[in-house]
Each structure stands twice: as structure tokens, then as C-alpha cells.
């Protein structure tokens, strides 16, 4: 099956707060997988940006493991690559080409689909991830000593 981000989103149910519109990474990864889908057209350059929503109405950007995906005629992965590795003059390369690989996505125009089996690579690491998940433990037990936390509370936006 291969569908649309846009009709994919529709299919989705959402949080509000505000303006923004938060998905489920759960329910994400949960459609694709009971609707064996194979592909998503993109129509357009996105970011998909994780959240960590709380029952209280904390909301915390997880802006660092942001996922760019990006439209282009001809390759520039190794080009944006290296330009990020002169940028971040305090990461080691490898350490830089290692997050460009789980957070960077180029898609060609003339094909526009993007694999879900790297769509799901990111869903994974964004649930999964020690790292992301001491990072929203360290900032929300800040304010609450209790707080544990639920894969269930990851969300997204899409910009």
C-alpha cells in the first residue's frame, strides 16, 4: 500500500494544544504496521519533530532528534553531510554521520517515495532510545520526583 503524508496524517488521530497538532509515534508505527504499508508518497520537503506530551499538559521539544526529510533533483547527502561535520567541530565525524543517517532523509522528486522501512528505522530510535529517554527523565522529574516514563507520551509534529 502506498499513500500520501498528508492522507497518512488524516488517518491519524491527534492531541491540540494550541495551534500545534501533536501524532502519536505509537499510533504512527502501529497503522503502518497493520496496514502493511510499503511506501509514502511525499508531495513535499517535511520535519517531523518528536514531543514528549505529559497528563499534566507538560510539553517538551525533543527538537535535537528532529527528522528532516527533503526533496531533491540529485543526491546531496554527502555534501550536507560535511558540511555538518565542519559545523559541530566538537562531535567526532563519525559521531555526526551516525546522527545525519538516523535523522536526515533525501528523497529524489523524479521517484518521491519514501521507504516505510525508514520511516519505522526512526520510529524506533525516537521510542527506543536511552538517550532520548533520559533525556525527558532528567527534565520532567525536575518538576515531578514521580514521573516515570511512557513510550506512549512520544508524539510528533509536522512542519
Known sequence: MRISVSNLLNKLSFKKRGRERYYSLVELSEFIKEEKMDNVFVDSEYLLTPFYLDDQGGTYELYQYELTIRLENEPKFDKILAEQI????????????????????EI????????VARLIE????????????????STFSRYNR??????????????
Open 108 to 115: 529524489m522528486k523524479y521517484d518521491a517515495t519514501l521507504p
Open 146 to 159: 514521580d514521573f516515570e516514563f511512557n513510550e506512549k507520551d512520544l508524539y510528533f509534529a509536522v512542519y
Open 122 to 137: 526512526y520510529l524506533n530510535y525516537i521510542s527506543l532510545s536511552d538517550e532520548i529517554r533520559e533525556d525527558v527523565i
Open 86 to 105: 565542519e559545523k559541530s567541530p566538537l562531535m567526532k565525524p563519525e559521531d555526526v554521520t551516525q546522527r545525519m543517517k538516523k535523522l536526515y532523509i
